[in-house]
């Protein structure tokens, strides 16, 4: 298998010598895989901020990065784990891919 180009917007630090799409002349090209962690709507705020310490702590932990980075891949910066910026990035997300999902007509019922 020949990898050309990574499709997440910045390199990938176990390739670093693989360029991204864009580096490679696809503009604006950007495809990843992410997680959030949820709560059923009405939780407590003091409930969601203990899940985000508990989340942070754990992706502080050097077992976790250790394993990640055995994965390809690494926790999100600090400044994107807090509910209110995921919120942001999801709902960008669902704006993002809905248009290309209603055009495939392709759905997961």
Do not use: C
Request: aromatic share 8%; hydrophobic share 40%; no cysteine.
């Amino acid at each position: 298998m020949k990898a050309y180009a990574v499709t997440t917007k910045d390199r990938v630090k176990s390739l670093p010598d693989l360029p991204t799409m864009q580096e490679s002349g696809l503009k604006d090209f950007e495809v990843a895989v992410w997680h959030g962690v949820y709560a059923p709507k009405g939780t407590p705020k003091e409930i969601v901020d203990k899940l985000n310490a508990a989340l942070n702590t754990a992706l502080e932990d050097p077992k976790v990065v250790a394993r990640f980075a055995d994965l390809g891949t690494e926790p999100e910066p600090k400044d994107h784990r807090s509910p209110a910026y995921h919120k942001q990035f999801l709902a960008a997300e669902v704006a993002k891919w809905k248009p290309v999902i209603e055009a495939a007509g392709v759905y997961a019922d």
